[in-house]
Structure formats: structure tokens, C-alpha cells
């Protein structure tokens, strides 16, 4: 069998869907028939599609912030989690918390974003991202 010939056929029957649908049976399917009621996603596709929404996450902030192509790794990474969590439209929201990190004001940083709503919503991930931004260190 080739595999090519077949891959052909079925993304041409099977059609692309970005976003999951219930196909004819009732099932809960995405992209090119992927049955995600009862085969889901296996543990390396799960690391693909990680790896692919940070970098996503790193293009946005890159495109919107340039500045924190500037930032070490660590901190970068903070801003990079906080992207991959709440999308870059609501980060743009972060004025004063953003504004502290483009200053190399981390412990302003880190508490403004200590006392936003954000973190009473997701508790102790917030709290890790304040002190990664405050210390330069991984949490």
C-alpha cells in the first residue's frame, strides 16, 4: 500500500475540520476524522500540539512585544506561559505588569500580576509565574 496515495484519498473523504464536530454517528471528530471520542489524542501528538501552541504563543508575544526578544529565558518563559494560558489579547491587558517587566522592574512585575484577577483564578500558577518573573529563576 502507499502510504501517500491513501493519506491522499482520505484527507480528500474525510475533509479538514479545524475545530471538533459530531460526525454522522455522533461522535466528537476533528481535523481529517479524527474519532476523539474514542481514540482522543495520544501522549506524542498531545507533545506536538504543546510544542506548536508555544511556539504560537512565542510568535504572538515576539509580534507584539518585541522587546522581550531582550528578556533571559527564564523570564521570557514566564510571559511565554502566560500567553500559552490566557491568549495575547488578554496578556495586552497587562499594561502595568508588562510596562514592569519591559523596565527590568520584576518585583513590580511580579506583583502586579500577583494582584490581578488572573491569579485569583488560577491560584498557585500565578504565584510560580510572579516569583519565575521576580527571581529570574524556574518554578
Given amino acids: 500500500m502507499t502510504i501517500s496515495c491513501l493519506e491522499d484519498q ?3 473523504d474525510e475533509g479538514w475540520r479545524t475545530y471538533p464536530y459530531q460526525d454522522t454517528v455522533g461522535k466528537l471528530t476533528i ?3 479524527r474519532n476523539l471520542s474514542d481514540v482522543g489524542v495520544s501522549p506524542a501528538e498531545g507533545i506536538d500540539m504543546l510544542r506548536n501552541d508555544i511556539r504560537a504563543a512565542q510568535v504572538a508575544l515576539e509580534s507584539h512585544f518585541p522587546w522581550v526578544m531582550g528578556l533571559d529565558s527564564v523570564r521570557m518563559g514566564a510571559l511565554t506561559n502566560l500567553c500559552f494560558n490566557m491568549g495575547i489579547g ?3 491587558g497587562f499594561k502595568d505588569m508588562l510596562e514592569k517587566v519591559k523596565d527590568g522592574d520584576y518585583k513590580s512585575a511580579s506583583f502586579a500580576l500577583l494582584i490581578s484577577k488572573y491569579a485569583k483564578q488560577v491560584g498557585p500558577r500565578a504565584q ?3 516569583l519565575q518573573l521576580e527571581t529570574g529563576e524556574w518554578q
Fill in 10 to 12: 482520505l484527507r480528500r
Fill in 31 to 33: 481535523g481529517y476524522g
Fill in 90 to 92: 488578554a496578556l495586552s
Fill in 128 to 130: 510560580r509565574l510572579a
